[in-house]
């Protein structure tokens, strides 16, 4: 079945003062889909984004949304979308229902029509009741959601979503999940950037992970896991100095598709664990490698991100953030 | 056209809402001008000050066209600040991802500032009105010396909001800001006239377009519309130029930073 594109984006290159931020980007988008961009910190995820916003033009290469070109018919995109912005975007000043009626004249709704829309999103996103008192009385899932009503308000096609969850507590984390499936339900494209594997995993029909700029692997949650082939069987080691020596005893043997070190031990990519779990223990036993502990599971998002990036998606966040 | 209107519409009332909510803040903008030059150095140099340097019958009523320039100068440069703000915490994108006409944003603040610093202008006025300065030229002399410092008042909102739009972070606004606005008076008309300054002071105060300004302001104040319409016609000129160099240098600013 042919589905509608929402977003086509052919060949995007952009870089900012000869540093290439993203390079030669070409996916599409499908209309009524949740698409993800997935990846760390400085990755080109939001340079994506910002692009297919009208916020950045392309060095080479094009974007268009809903049929538009995001240069030539900036003005045109800009009706069609709606942006949820990763930085608290709220001016601390103005209350959570001005915020709106700014943007509803932005958008050159009619009064009437705007007041209405207004009501309906204060309660949709259940800010009614500090809707009149300034913004900067409200918690950090309060803007959030203030941010989302924003996105919300020109009715847009398309919604665009940079980071929705970014340093939210676990409460207002399901919350935002909650809207997004809604409004999926609903038929909205959203087009979202997460750094949160499990977020990908919940929310995304589709996701393309990004690494240095580049697309690595993209498809459906589930199509990624099974693409990489076999499960994974996780070792950890009492005595982390012989990880090597298994490592290498291990690699190439029939049963492993794949073999890498991780800081407590190894993990090992099979294709059929009871030809592999034999073949594993025989060899740990032979080197004297004992095991503390042994897990095998199919293979999650982080694994996937792993195989094609060679790091770790939570390391790579932690060194950002901690660094 | 309506819609034009709309969105300049709404922006402005949001710098109008944002000031009405900062309470502290507003009182503040308003009374600090006329509190720290009018009344306290207006009437600590009033002994001080050479009558016959000032040509004025007494120092306040010199230095009343000196603090009126300072206010535009002062709400000018500061007029790019909120944009500032706007840009380092996300507000301006989100604004740039609305089917606005780029420069609404841009027009809105030059009407805010020029409002907030009129009206300031005529509190000076009124303040110095008490303590006896009568302006000689009456209420079209008033509306004379709002205009005047609505034309030289453009050409600084714009230098400002242009280096809003450039600077990598607010303490480098700060900073220029701070280094900007003292030398600016002291090397201006605002406290001493030409003929009182050092030579060399007062020839790099020729270059100023406050001394212009003030030149112009001043006689409006103290003598009359003789003395006073050369230097009006001639402050036109020269704001003119001014602004048009300020506009055409940010205009470029404006057009990389917003698309």
């Known amino acids: 079945m042919d589905r509608a594109i929402a977003i086509q984006v052919s060949h995007l290159t952009k870089t900012f003062d000869g540093h290439t931020a993203v390079s030669d980007l070409s996916f599409q988008v499908y209309s009524g889909e949740v698409f993800g961009l997935l990846g760390p910190n400085g990755a080109g995820k939001s340079t994506t984004l910002r692009t297919l916003i009208t916020l950045l033009t392309p060095t080479s290469g094009t974007a268009s949304v809903l049929g538009h070109d995001t240069v030539r018919e900036a003005d045109v995109v800009r009706q069609l979308i709606g942006y949820v912005p990763q930085e608290r975007a709220i001016d601390r000043f103005l209350t959570g229902r001005e915020h709106l009626e700014l943007l509803g004249a932005l958008y050159h709704l009619p009064k009437a029509e705007a007041t209405k829309r207004i009501a309906e999103l204060l309660k949709l996103v259940e800010l009614e009741e500090p809707a009149d008192r300034p913004a900067k009385t409200y918690s950090g899932g309060m803007k959030r959601k203030l941010d989302i009503a924003c996105g919300l308000l020109p009715d847009p096609k398309i919604l665009f979503l940079d980071e929705p969850t970014l340093g939210l507590d676990v409460q207002s984390r399901l919350r935002i999940w909650d809207y997004m499936r809604m409004l999926k339900a609903r038929g909205m494209t959203i087009v979202m950037t997460t750094n949160y594997l499990d977020e990908a995993d919940q929310l995304c029909d589709r996701l393309a992970i990004i690494d240095k700029g580049a697309i690595k692997a993209l498809g459906s949650p589930t199509e990624l896991k099974i693409g990489l082939g076999g499960d994974i069987v996780s070792l950890t080691l009492k005595d982390q100095t012989k990880i090597p020596i298994l490592v290498s005893a291990l690699t190439g043997q029939p049963a492993m598709r794949a073999v890498k070190a991780t800081p407590t031990g190894l993990d090992i990519r099979v294709d059929s664990p009871e030809k592999a779990l034999p073949a594993i223990l025989e060899s740990a036993n032979r080197l004297d490698c004992q095991l503390e502990f042994i897990e095998y599971h199919r293979p999650r998002l982080d694994d996937v991100f792993i195989a094609h990036t060679g790091r770790s998606m939570t390391e790579s966040v932690q060194d950002i953030q901690t660094g | ?259």
């Open chain 2, 1 to 259: 056209m309506a819609q034009y209107w709309q969105e300049i519409h709404a922006l402005t009332m949001r710098w109008v809402r944002r000031l009405s909510r900062e309470k502290f803040s507003m009182l503040f903008t308003l009374v600090q001008p006329m509190l720290f030059w009018l009344i306290f150095f207006g009437n600590l140099f009033q002994r001080a000050a050479d009558v016959q340097v000032t040509q004025a019958p007494d120092y306040i009523s010199f230095l009343t066209a000196g603090v009126v320039v300072m206010t535009v100068l002062n709400n000018g440069l500061a007029g790019g600040v909120d944009l500032l703000f706007d840009k380092e915490n996300g507000f301006l994108e989100r604004l740039m991802t609305t089917p606005i006409h780029r420069s609404s944003v841009i027009l809105s603040r030059f009407i805010f500032v020029m409002t907030i610093t009129s009206l300031q202008v005529l509190v000076i006025l009124g303040v110095a009105f008490l303590f006896g300065v009568q302006p000689a030229t009456g209420l079209l002399g008033i509306a004379t010396i709002l205009m005047i410092g609505m034309l030289f008042g453009v050409g600084l909102t714009a230098i400002s909001m242009a280096m809003a739009f450039s600077v990598k972070s607010h303490g480098d606004f700060f900073s220029v800001l701070g280094f900007l606005s003292l030398p600016m008076i002291f090397l201006s008309s605002a406290l001493v006239p030409l003929a009182g300054m050092p030579a060399w002071m007062g020839f790099l105060a020729r270059f100023n377009p406050m001394t212009w300004a003030i030149d112009a302001v001043r006689p409006l104040i103290l003598s009359g519309w003789t003395d006073a319409l050369p230097h009006v016609g001639m402050v036109v000129v020269v704001m003119v130029i001014f602004d048009a160099l300020c506009l055409y240098g940010s205009a470029k600013v404006f057009r990389r930073a917003m698309g």
